[in-house]
């Protein structure tokens, strides 16, 4: 007998564990916090990766709002922003729910990579996230509009 379904509709999983948020301690999160090292920080990005395909749809307004007040380009909490932006924002909704997806950050994201000329630290992982966010959505997003923008901005920076 099958536990586990593939399809979205059968498993939805926080993005945020209750008993990481600040003001909220436990043994476990001081467990963790302990045996964080490079192995088991590996592991937890693996498993994050796999499993934002069953975040609910309202997973990248939380994120947005949890993570958009630490995006300076001038400070060093960018880095930590677009880092957690790259590894939890999920980028495989259905085209209905386009809309409570990449479209809520994907001009924004685009205009300030654009617009940064001194190749930060973050940069690639907002690159990597861009990659992601085109293969997942093949067909689905008309890359013509940003191709002048875009166009200058790799050269730039080659």
Not at 7 to 20: A, D, I, M, R, V
Not at 81 to 100: D, G, M, Q, R, S
Not at 109 to 134: C, K, M, T
Request: aromatic share 14%.
């Amino acid at each position: 007998e099958r536990i586990l379904y593939s399809k979205t509709e059968h498993l939805g999983l926080n993005w945020f564990p209750n008993s990481c948020r600040p003001g909220l301690s436990s043994p476990k999160t001081f467990v963790l916090n302990v045996l964080h090292r490079c192995s088991v920080e590996s592991v937890l990005k693996t498993l994050v990766k796999n499993c934002r395909l069953y975040f609910p749809e309202s997973a990248t307004a939380e994120m947005l709002d949890e993570w958009r007040p630490l995006m300076c380009p001038f400070d060093v909490t960018m880095q930590k922003a677009i880092t957690y932006f790259e590894l939890f924002l999920p980028t495989t909704l259905p085209p209905e729910c386009h809309h409570k997806g990449f479209k809520l950050w994907f001009d924004e994201f685009l205009g300030l990579w654009v617009s940064v000329q001194n190749l930060p630290q973050w940069e690639g992982h907002l690159v990597n996230l861009f990659a992601r966010l085109a293969t997942d959505n093949i067909g689905y997003i008309n890359w013509d509009p940003y191709i002048p923008k875009v166009s200058p901005a790799v050269w730039e920076k080659v």
